[in-house]
């Protein structure tokens, strides 16, 4: 064999070694890139959930500041917890004084 017969095998298999590498390091880069992908839209969407979550929590905070504060009006003196009293007794337990009638309109089933 020549030497340059030899030199050009030598190229062929480094040429061949090289283009496996290139292939494997641009397969690494994809692989690489779909994660990185896949990650920022999961994120997103727990950052979403998360947020609506977040707000129903507001609101429900919000509403139990405002009875907080309705309650503490109503504690500020003894004829207004009497009020408070009777409001939660007619409302939530459908309670009413012993000479009331109490009217229910019932909607007709059209």
Known sequence: MSLK??????????RN???FV????????LVT???VVVSIISSKISIRNNMEKYNELVAQTNEIN???????GYLENES???EYIEN???????????????Y????SGE
């Open 17 to 19: 070694k090289h283009g």
């Open 22 to 29: 290139r292939l494997l390091a641009g397969s690494a880069i």
């Open 66 to 72: 405002e009875d907080n504060e309705r309650i503490s």
């Open 5 to 14: 017969l030899r030199s050009q095998k030598v190229r062929e298999v480094k």
């Open 80 to 82: 207004n917890l009497d």
């Open 104 to 107: 229910y309109i019932v909607p």
């Open 88 to 102: 939660i007794a007619r409302e939530r337990l459908d309670y009413a004084k012993a000479d009331e009638k109490i």
């Open 33 to 35: 890139a779909v994660y």
